[in-house]
């Protein structure tokens, strides 16, 4: 099994990327996924993951409006297009399958690493 990210580089402040999570081995539209990051010195983040069935979408704060997870399961592909980027987005980005915490009413509130993790690729945002 092999999850492999791409898209990430170098952008201005306000520019866009979308980053890229094929997967080989799996079926990604058989799992719950997610993307993290991680900024030098901190702790990985779930900035954003999706249930299998497409149903309930979940972000972090900092990054709804701006980021959107979406995938083709023709392709085996997920993506995490990302608009109106900041400094403080820069960190390495991870996709994964995860597992979710749900409220009562289906409502995503929490993402975890689960069993396949990609590569990270670099985002790095100038101000």
């Known amino acids: 099994v092999q999850l492999q990210a791409s898209g990430g580089g170098l952008v201005q402040s306000g520019g866009s990327l979308r980053l890229s999570c094929t997967a080989s081995?799996?079926?990604?539209?058989?799992?719950?996924i997610g993307w993290f990051r991680q900024a030098p010195g901190e702790g990985r983040e779930a900035v954003s993951c999706v249930s299998s069935n497409d149903d309930n979408t979940y972000y972090i704060d900092s990054v709804k409006g701006r980021f959107t997870l979406s995938r083709d399961s023709a392709k085996n592909t997920a993506y995490l297009e990302m608009k109106d980027l900041r400094p403080e987005d820069s960190a390495v980005y991870y996709c994964a399958t995860v597992t979710t915490s749900r409220a009562p009413g289906g409502t995503i509130f929490g993402c975890y690493g689960a069993a396949y993790w990609g590569e990270g690729t670099q985002v790095t945002v100038s101000s």
């Open positions: 081995g799996i079926t990604l539209s058989h799992y719950h």
